[in-house]
């Protein structure tokens, strides 16, 4: 018992300045009573400027890196599927959703916070060496689960899946600062040059403040909602996060025979809180509106605890 409540106990210290850091920002609007607006601005920086820039500046040494297995995104993506058709089933049969409300509610099963938590998450916990796994996954994450919520929606309207809704994905995606960071910045490794100090420097600089930013941005997100919404749904939401998807992804890299830095690099990416992505999904078509946002906060909360139980679980098997 003792073996696994140290890793557990190690797991748990390592995260814990970042949940503290989530906390602080949820703290300076909820009671510090910050203006929403600054909360808006911050986001906005660190999803359009800082984390671009920490992705960029990653990549840029790409090709001189160990090749990352391919693998991690079957073994990823794999487990989005198969814990997407096990949420629309429970959400059919136990809620009794609609096709609409049921994709949206599935979707919270898989759709991670990978990016204002997976990223720091994922460079404390594991290293830097992580982040190339992790981009990848980062790359193909909102074209493949955009593109399969909204396969469901309009089949369960339409009973078809139309160009048009696809290439307006598509599109969305290659838009995404963050995409645009990781693109440019693995193009650039290709050339095999570096990077000139007077960009190298003030690019390192804004990576360095991305992850502590952008779990400041995540609290005061997060401020905006109540947990009380919906509470049956959105408990059943971070069960299919919290417990079944990393259960899942980490069955599918053990058949797949996955090395330890991706097999660590998917169940964590698997293991996190649900992402804003569904609570936007529940706006734009307006259903579970409420379960949606209160998922996101519930399961951040518990994340703290669940994700350095499940590095802890792996680390003593991987």
Not at 144 to 162: C, D, Y
Not at 278 to 284: C, D, K
Request: include cysteine; aromatic fraction near 8%; charge should be positive.
């Amino acid at each position: 018992m003792q073996t696994f409540l140290l890793p557990l106990w190690h797991q748990m210290v390592l995260s814990a300045p970042l949940f503290i850091l989530a906390i602080l920002g949820y703290g300076l609007i909820r009671w510090g009573k910050w203006d929403k607006a600054v909360a808006d601005g911050l986001t906005k920086f660190v999803f359009s400027v800082a984390l671009p820039a920490m992705l960029f500046r990653m990549m840029c040494n790409f090709s001189k890196q160990p090749p990352v297995d391919a693998r991690l995104l079957i073994a990823f993506f794999g487990s989005c599927l198969i814990v997407f058709i096990v949420g629309r089933l429970l959400g059919a049969k136990v809620f009794k959703l609609d096709g609409t409300s049921g994709s949206v509610f599935a979707l919270g099963g898989i759709f991670s916070n990978n990016v204002m938590l997976g990223i720091p998450v994922a460079t404390v916990a594991l290293g830097e060496a992580a982040l190339p796994s992790v981009a990848l996954v980062l790359v193909f994450n909102g074209l493949i689960l955009w593109t399969l919520v909204t396969v469901s929606v309009e089949w369960s309207r339409n009973g078809s899946l139309t160009v048009k809704g696809f290439a307006h994905t598509a599109r969305n995606v290659l838009r995404n600062p963050l995409i645009i960071g990781i693109i440019s910045g693995t193009l650039f490794s290709l050339t095999g040059y570096d990077l000139p100090i007077i960009i190298d420097q003030p690019v390192s600089m804004l990576g360095q403040i991305a992850a502590p930013m952008s779990l400041i941005a995540l609290g005061m997100s997060l401020a905006e909602y109540r947990i009380r919404d919906g509470w049956q749904i959105s408990s059943a939401i971070c069960t299919l996060k919290l417990i079944l998807q990393p259960m899942v992804v980490w069955a599918l890299a053990v058949i797949l025979k996955l090395p330890p830095m991706e097999t660590q690099v998917v169940v964590l990416l698997g293991s996190m809180a649900v992402g804003v992505n569904v609570y936007l999904m529940s706006r734009q078509f307006n259903v579970i509106v409420g379960p949606a946002a209160s998922s996101m906060v519930i399961s951040t909360i518990l994340s703290a605890v669940t994700t350095p139980l499940i590095l802890t679980l792996i680390g003593v098997r991987v």
